[in-house]
């Protein structure tokens, strides 16, 4: 007999069909992810380097997608109050949770990164430093000294990705008693030799490494502005050592005299030795240095400014110097007699030291006996609270 299928035969058959494709997909997709986990656990054992990367970053786009779409199912499911079909989708992103780098395929793949060559050494374990939560490479810097009635021990951590740069602490960084552990010269691998320089700039290792704070005695006068640099190794304890004048770069520089990186205190500027206590010091040379500039015009080009109208003047104050300056006095002026400032001072906080700030707010009317296109001197002086000046002209033009 010939079966003849009716138009609701067919519906029927159709939906049937394409469940069972969304079955198959579904099935596949979440084999695919365990497929790759499973690829790439083999290339972990067999210390592949590159077919584990591989196979796990496929795995991880491949968990993304089935992940996005297992949370998808679990709403619906929730929608639907189909206990079942959520508990399989919760099923499904527990399953995929587990789908990662455990301790021990971290440490082999780092055994095996480690025998390779640079810099496909580097760049496979800043990946191994991305994908797992095992391998944190430690750099401990340890500060350990002693000697006569003292001890000190300090560690510090550093933890960042292998292969990046990082700055060694220098004397500006640390704050120990120099008179008793001397001066920091430098970075050991061992205990009793220097292998980096304070402040150097070295790479993150791929293991754990400590550095060890090579200590010296000796009185050290150092000032980058200046390009001096002066140590004494063989003082002792009651010894007289000169203390250096440095030269100021130009005018606007005014030496304000050397402290002592541990202790804070300062030596006079006219100080011309200093008498060694314990192991000895590092002093650093204090500079004030003010730079005043880019004279600006609120709503108002500063070379074409209107006359017999009042406008705002504002200008730059950078702090050039190593040290803060405070309670600044800024006082406007000109000699041309066209110009009249109807607010000439004003008082600024301050400046920390390599700092810029905008100086504005002094509002100014030129005359109409400005003739268009003339220079307008405007004289700034500022005056910090230990009474040192400084004083800066820069010039407007008339519209």
């Not at 994908?131 to 009635?149: F, K, T």
């Not at 050397?258 to 040379?285: C, H, M, P, R």
């Not at 110009?339 to 002094?362: E, H, I, N, P, Q």
Request: hydrophobic content about 35%; proline content about 4%; aromatic content about 8%.
């Amino acid at each position: 007999m010939q079966t003849i299928h009716t138009s609701s035969t067919w519906k029927r058959m159709t939906v049937s069909l394409c469940l069972l494709l969304v079955s198959v997909s579904l099935v596949f997709a979440g084999a695919q992810s365990e497929q790759m986990y499973r690829k790439m656990s083999q290339a972990v054992t067999d210390k592949d380097v590159a077919g584990a990367v591989t196979a796990y970053n496929y795995m991880r786009t491949q968990i993304e997608k089935e992940y996005s779409q297992a949370m998808e199912d679990m709403q619906k499911a929730y929608e639907k109050r189909d206990r079942d079909a959520y508990e399989r989708a919760n099923a499904t992103i527990r399953t995929l949770k587990t789908y990662r780098l455990s301790k021990d395929q971290s440490d082999t793949l780092l055994n095996a990164i480690l025998s390779e060559e640079d810099p496909q050494r580097t760049t496979d374990a800043q990946w191994l430093y991305e994908n797992s939560p095992y391998y944190r490479p430690v750099l401990s810097l340890d500060y350990s000294a002693s000697g006569d009635g003292y001890r000190y021990s300090y560690n510090q951590r550093l933890t960042l990705s292998p292969g990046m740069e990082t700055t060694l602490p220098s004397s500006d960084d640390i704050r120990f008693d120099t008179s008793r552990t001397g001066r920091l010269a430098g970075w050991g691998l061992t205990p009793d030799t220097i292998t980096y320089q304070p402040g150097e700039t070295i790479t993150m290792p791929l293991t754990s490494q400590t550095l060890y704070a090579q200590w010296q005695s000796g009185v050290a006068f150092t000032d980058p502005i200046s390009m001096t640099d002066v140590m004494t190794t063989d003082s002792k304890e009651g010894d007289e050592v000169a203390v250096p004048v440095p030269a100021a770069p130009d005018v606007s520089y005014i030496f304000d005299g050397w402290k002592e990186v541990s202790t804070g205190k300062i030596l006079d500027t006219d100080a011309t030795t200093y008498t060694v206590v314990g192991n000895g010091a590092e002093f650093q040379a204090m500079w004030k240095s003010l730079a005043i500039s880019d004279l600006s015009a609120r709503h108002y080009s500063i070379d074409a400014l209107p006359v017999d109208t009042q406008v705002s003047i504002g200008f730059t104050l950078k702090n050039q110097g190593t040290e803060s300056l405070r309670d600044l006095q800024v006082t406007l002026s000109s000699d041309d007699p066209n110009v009249t400032f109807l607010t000439s001072t004003m008082t600024y906080r301050g400046l920390s030291a390599d700092k810029a700030g905008v100086a504005s707010g002094f509002r100014v009317l030129i005359g109409s006996g400005a003739q268009s296109g003339s220079q307008i001197p405007i004289t700034i002086t500022v005056t910090d609270r230990a009474g040192d000046t400084w004083t800066q002209t820069l010039s407007c033009t008339v519209r």
